[in-house]
């Protein structure tokens, strides 16, 4: 089985300064990771993922995560935050041995970034 | 976003009528999926093809619902006879890339209402 939890449902930040949107996993095996974005009125898009490799992974718009493995966590970084980055954010996970790659998807952060 | 196209962008139907989503990936991704958002439930994983074959519909909420893909260039979801509960964003979204590595890629979704 796989799941992931993000324990905010909103996260408040000002512009310009850095941000953390949180997600934690559950997986057998090493996980694969992914981050979402989904402004209003649009479909999830794509930020970045990791699969191996160094810990710290960079994505779209400026945005980074870091794999933790011993505290089976992946949260979402930015180190200066934008007005237009708020919007609906979702951490998944799939197992490498998951037959259909489906991705379980976390329940959302909502990113406010306030002038 | 080109990649997958979804129709009706927006549907407002009574209760008891027949409603049917439309899904026109690019060709050549092995795996489509359907998911149905709600605020109240999050990302819902309804139905996955792979091959045009149906995989896992699990998670298709009750015999009301069915999905097709006759070719794969194409897929439907269908709702019949459409309930009030059934009010919400549908999502189509194909497989990219590598296998299990590979990331979603969303088309914009239908926003069904049902009165």
């Known amino acids: 089985a796989q799941s992931v939890a993000q324990p905010e449902d909103q996260v408040n930040v000002a512009e310009g300064n850095p941000l953390t949107v949180k997600c934690t996993y559950s997986?057998?095996?090493?996980?694969?990771l992914f981050w979402y974005v989904q402004y209003p009125n649009r479909g999830l898009q794509f930020l970045l993922k990791y699969i191996t490799g160094d810990n710290l992974v960079k994505g779209s718009y400026g945005f980074e995560a870091e794999f933790n493995k011993s505290q089976t966590s992946f949260h979402l970084k930015k180190p200066s935050a934008l007005v237009s980055d708020s919007a609906l954010y979702f951490c998944a996970v799939r197992a490498p041995n998951n037959a259909g790659n489906m991705l379980t998807f976390g329940g959302g952060t909502r990113l406010m970034v306030k002038p | 976003d080109a990649g997958v196209i979804q129709s009706p962008r927006h549907e407002v139907t009574e209760m008891g009528q027949e409603v049917t989503l439309r899904c026109k990936p690019i060709?050549?991704?092995?795996?489509l999926f359907w998911y149905r958002q709600t605020m109240m439930r999050g990302l819902e994983l309804l139905i996955y093809f792979n091959n045009n074959v149906p995989i896992d519909d699990s998670g298709m909420p009750e015999d009301r619902f069915s999905a097709k893909m006759p070719n794969a260039s194409f897929s439907t979801l269908k709702i019949q006879p459409s309930e009030p509960r059934d009010s919400a964003v549908y999502f189509c979204?194909?497989?990219?890339?590598?296998?299990?590595?590979?990331?979603?890629?969303f088309g914009e979704g239908s926003r069904l209402t049902v009165l």
């Open positions: 979204a194909i497989l990219v890339g590598a296998g299990s590595t590979g990331e979603l890629f």
């Open positions: 060709s050549g991704h092995d795996y």
């Open positions: 997986v057998s095996g090493n996980p694969y």
